[in-house]
Structures are given as C-alpha cells and as structure tokens.
C-alpha cells in the first residue's frame, strides 16, 4: 500500500544545523538499509528547504511497519500520514468499473 507523509519541523531542530542529527534523522530514514529494517520501501523524496518540509512516497505492508519508519523522524517534528494510489492505476480501476 502506498503511503504519502509530510513530515515537518521548525527552524530551531532543522538537521541541516546540526550534522549528528542530520545522520540521525534526515540520512537514516532515506537509507535503503532503513527501509529494509522496516520492511518497506522508500519509493521517492523531496524536500522543501525553506518550508523545513519533507515529503515521502513509501510502498508498506502495515502502519506498524511505517510507524517504525518514521521514528527517527519524530524527535524533531510531526508527520502527516496519507494512504494513496497512483492516479493511472486509479483510471485502469474506474475504466473496469464503468
């Protein structure tokens, strides 16, 4: 199941200040090796610099396994967690519905 997450933190705990949290957050949640411990796959990343945002596309079996993910992310901000799909697979549904 897909999942979209907005993670977001203030200026003050931005791990771009600080590299030992950067290593802690930021790098550890977009390692390969982090998704495989939790058993999901980060599908893509982006981030807005400015606006001290993240956004994340996750392919996750289960909402524990994202839980997991996102931990080390919940020391220096709040999420927002959104199950998706993908609009094409989306109009192949409806196609086969109408």
Known sequence: M???????????LCPALDPKLM????KMVL??????????E???AYIDGPGH????IVDADN???LIKFLLP????GKAEVRPV????????LMDMEG
């Open 63 to 65: 909402i524990a396994n």
């Open 53 to 56: 945002t993240i956004f994340l």
């Open 85 to 92: 799909i993908d609009a094409r697979d989306l109009m192949k």
């Open 23 to 26: 290593n802690s957050t930021f």
């Open 42 to 44: 980060l599908l893509s």
């Open 2 to 12: 897909l999942f979209h997450i907005r993670h977001e933190h203030n200026e003050h």
């Open 31 to 40: 390692s390969e090796e982090h998704g495989k411990k939790c058993n999901l």
């Open 73 to 76: 992310l919940n020391k220096i």
